[in-house]
Nanobody, 126 residues
């Protein structure tokens, strides 16, 4: 049974940092791709970053490039997005997702992923 557990959300001031975690279990982690999405009420879920455990350069959505860094701990089967220079518009519920196979050009699409974790709320205040 595949499970993804997202954690690390909270309240942070603009300009601050947070590190989220996505702990996975039951997944062939070394063969998978793990992504992070975020969603605000009334809007579609937005892909922000993805890392493939089979190699390649991580993908970042333009609005987070240079501020967010995604990394993995393959011994812990966990993925961490380090989020720096947070902005008010980064406020959202953040979700992690896993794909057994990923097409690089489709990393930003929710439909590319097979498993989802529950969300963790990130609130950026002024």
């Amino acid at each position: 049974d595949v499970q993804l557990q997202a954690s690390g959300g909270g309240l942070v001031q603009a300009g601050g940092s947070l590190r989220l975690s996505c702990a996975t279990s039951g997944l062939s982690f070394d063969d998978s791709a793990i992504a992070w999405f975020r969603q605000v009420p009334g809007k579609q879920r937005e892909g922000i970053s993805c890392i493939s455990m089979t190699g390649g350069v991580p993908w970042y959505e333009d609005s987070v490039k240079g501020r967010f860094t995604i990394s993995s701990d393959n011994e812990k089967n966990t993925v961490y997005p380090q989020m720096n220079s947070l902005k008010l518009e980064d406020t959202a519920v953040y979700y992690c997702a896993a794909a057994l196979r990923i097409i690089v050009s489709m990393m930003q699409l929710p439909s590319s992923y097979d498993y989802w974790g529950q969300g963790t709320l990130v609130t950026v205040s002024s």
